[in-house]
C-alpha cells in the first residue's frame, strides 16, 4: 500500500518556510491506519520492548497502538507542566522554535527496553531530548521509531548508536 498517498503536504504551516506533514489522511482512511500500524511494528522486528514512549501530542496516536501490538506498556512525555507526577526534563531544538518536555520518573525500570515513537523525524531534537530522559532513568533506547523521517534534515546524527527506523522518507 502506497501510504505516501495519505500524507499531505501543508506548505508555510505552522510558519513561513515549513512544509508540514499532515497524516491526518491517513488516520482517516481504515486500511491506511491498519497498514500504518502493521508496518511501524514490523520495523521493530521482533526485539524485545519493555515500553514505548510516545511524544506529545501526535506520538501519542501510535505509540499506545504499538505499545499494545508488542506487549508492552506505554508511556507519555508532554510538554512541561502537563504531567502531573514528579517529573524530569529536557529542553531541547525544535525545526521551529525550542521547548521542553518532561517524563514522570517512576515511568522507566532500570534496564527496561524502550521503543521511542514519534510521527516524523525532523531535526531529531525532540527524539535526542527523549533519549536522554529515558537514559538518566535507566532505560535502554532499542529503536527511534517514526512514521515519516525527513531526511534532508539530518536528525539521524543527533540520535548517534541508536537504530532509526521510519515507514517513509522524503
Ligand atoms: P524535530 O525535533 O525537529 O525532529 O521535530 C520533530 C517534532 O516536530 C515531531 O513531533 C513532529 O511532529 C514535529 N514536526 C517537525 N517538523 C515537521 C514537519 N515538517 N511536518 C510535521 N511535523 C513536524
Redesign the pocket.
Known sequence: MNLKAFVRDINDFPQTG??????TPLFNDPEALKAAVQGLSSLVNGKQVDKVVG?E???FIFAPILATELNAGFIPVRKKGKLPYDTISES?????GTDELEIHVDAISPGDKVLVH????????????VRKMVEKLGGEVVQCNFL?T?EF?N?RD?LPGIEVASLLQY
Open positions: 515549513i512544509i508540514f506533514k499532515d497524516i511524544m501530542s501526535r506520538g531541547y531544538g525544535l525545526e521551529y514519534d510521527d516524523v523525524l525532523a531535526t531529531g531534537g525532540t527524539a535526542a531530548a515519516i525527513l534534515l536528525g543527533k
